[in-house]
């Protein structure tokens, strides 16, 4: 299995553009997340999907849209761009249930807007 | 008032030393409590959690979690440089849909 993937590692944006960062989970996992870091910050959770079709925000949706037509993979779309969401985005996910609600995360996507 | 604060240091000790890592929290309805590790420009990886209040050990490392103060700890004993690291707490509801995560704590262990 890959696991949780997510693409580009690397993006940067001028203000204003908008852009679409994608993560795919091959472990057939209901629950997906998309989450921030700022340095010193910790992990914001944007949005988060219970399933195929499902979505609902997290603590910090402002500027961000999501979708969920397949189980599979869960993008998260950035409408405008500001240098305000510069920041590294994690994308996870986790089955029902299981371990403590472990969740499994990419390897991230660092965006710099300009 | 946040809803889980986490010291985020940094924490420097020699090899072999006992680490405590610690949250407090704000929201008592949490249920799962989560010691997540996350090594330098990759993505944080479940270390251990615990459900309710009560002590889990595993290896090295002991999670506790101290309901009545809001409270939580992980404890690594006979640290290594491999432990070195930013060690994020998190914690959830029941439903597990929403979870919240401290700042994290970076650890360095000196050989």
């Known amino acids: 299995n890959a696991g949780v993937t997510q693409t580009p590692k690397f993006r940067i944006l001028k203000i204003g553009q908008s852009m679409t960062l994608q993560c795919a989970q091959d472990?057939?996992?209901?629950?997906m997340y998309w989450y921030r870091q700022d340095p010193g910050m910790g992990l914001k959770l944007i949005y988060y999907?219970?399933?195929?079709?499902?979505?609902d925000k997290g603590e910090v949706p402002n500027g961000y849209n999501v979708s969920r037509s397949t189980t599979e993979d869960f993008p998260l779309r950035l409408e405008l761009a500001a240098p305000s969401q510069t920041s590294v985005y994690f994308c996870?996910?986790?089955?029902?249930?299981?371990?403590?609600?472990?969740?499994?995360f990419g390897p991230g996507t660092r965006l710099t807007v300009t | 008032q946040k809803e889980v604060e986490q010291d985020p240091g940094p924490l420097s000790v020699p090899e072999g030393a006992i680490v405590s890592l610690n949250c407090t929290y704000s929201?008592?309805?949490?249920?799962?409590f989560m010691w997540y590790r996350q090594y330098s420009r990759k993505g944080p990886e479940l270390l251990m959690y615990?459900?309710?209040?009560g002590n889990k050990e595993d290896g090295r490392f002991t999670a506790q979690v101290d309901k009545s103060s809001k409270y939580i700890s992980l404890f690594i004993r006979d640290s290594q440089p491999s432990d070195s690291a930013t060690y994020l707490c998190?914690?959830?509801?029941?439903?597990?849909?929403?979870?919240?995560f401290g700042t994290g704590t970076s650890l360095t262990v000196i050989p």
């Open positions: 996870a996910s986790r089955p029902p249930g299981g371990a403590g609600y472990e969740q499994y």
């Open positions: 472990m057939n996992h209901n629950y």
């Open positions: 999907s219970v399933g195929a079709g499902i979505t």
């Open positions: 929201n008592s309805a949490f249920q799962y």
């Open positions: 615990t459900y309710s209040s």
């Open positions: 998190a914690m959830t509801l029941n439903t597990g849909n929403q979870f919240y």
